[in-house]
C-alpha cells in the first residue's frame, strides 16, 4: 500500500467510521494490509496530538 492509500483508509475508518473491511473492498486489498496501514499512520496521529 502506498503512503497516500494508507492515509486515505485511515481517515476513512478514523473520520468516517468505516470498516477496515469495507474500505479493503475499495482498494482491492485484504483486512490485514488496511489495518496495518490504520494502525501505523493512527498511532502517529495520536502521538503527535499532545492535547489529549
Given at each position: 500500500m502506498t503512503a497516500r492509500?494508507?492515509?486515505w483508509a485511515t481517515?476513512?475508518?478514523?473520520?468516517?467510521?468505516?470498516?477496515?473491511?469495507?474500505v479493503a473492498g475499495d482498494l482491492?486489498?485484504?483486512w490485514y494490509t488496511v489495518n496495518d496501514a490504520v494502525?501505523?499512520?493512527g498511532e502517529a496521529?495520536?502521538?503527535?496530538?499532545?492535547d489529549r
Open positions: 492509500a494508507g492515509r481517515v476513512q475508518v478514523g473520520r468516517f467510521a468505516r470498516s477496515e473491511s469495507e482491492g486489498c485484504d494502525v501505523a499512520y496521529l495520536v502521538d503527535s496530538d499532545l
